[in-house]
C-alpha cells in the first residue's frame, strides 16, 4: 500500500478524531495543536517513511518519530514537544479497538517518558548553540 492510500484512509480516522477532542476539550487551539500533531505523525511521518497505518503502527516508529523531530529541530521549545507526546497518548488511547496497533501498551509507555525525550531535546539544543 502506498503513502497516497493510507494518507487518504488516514483522512477518515483524523476526521473522526478531531470529533472526539471537541467532545473532550473545550479550547479549539488545544484541539487544532492535537490534530496538527497527530497529522504530522500519521500522514507526514508513518504513511510516507513506514508506509503503514495507524493500526499497523509499532513502539520503534513512534521512538524513531520522536528522535527525528528532536534531530530535525520539528520542535521550537520543550513544551511543544510534551503537546506531541500527549497527542500521541490521546490519539492512541482514542483508536477503537479494530484500529489498535498491537504495540499500543508500548507506544502508551514512550509517551510517558517525558524526562527522557526532554534530556534528549536539551542535548540537541546544546549542541545547536541555544540554550
Not at 41 to 53: C, G, Q, R, T
Request: glycine residues 2%; proline residues 3%; hydrophobic residues 35%.
Amino acid at each position: 500500500m502506498n503513502d497516497e492510500i493510507i494518507q487518504e484512509e488516514n483522512e477518515a480516522i483524523i476526521n473522526n478524531f478531531s470529533k472526539y477532542l471537541a467532545k473532550k476539550f473545550n479550547n479549539p487551539r488545544v484541539i487544532k495543536k492535537h490534530l496538527s500533531n497527530v497529522h504530522l505523525l500519521i500522514n507526514d511521518y508513518l504513511a510516507v517513511d513506514f508506509e503503514v497505518k495507524p493500526s499497523e503502527t509499532d513502539s520503534f516508529q513512534i521512538e524513531e518519530f520522536l528522535n527525528w523531530c528532536i534531530s530535525k529541530w520539528i520542535f521550537n521549545t520543550s513544551s511543544e514537544l510534551i503537546s506531541v507526546l500527549d497527542s500521541i497518548k490521546i490519539f492512541f488511547e482514542y483508536l477503537p479497538s479494530h484500529n489498535n496497533p498491537k504495540e499500543k501498551k508500548e507506544i502508551l509507555e514512550i509517551c510517558e517518558k517525558r524526562d527522557y525525550y526532554l534530556k534528549k531535546f536539551k542535548g540537541q539544543e546544546k549542541l545547536l548553540g541555544g540554550y
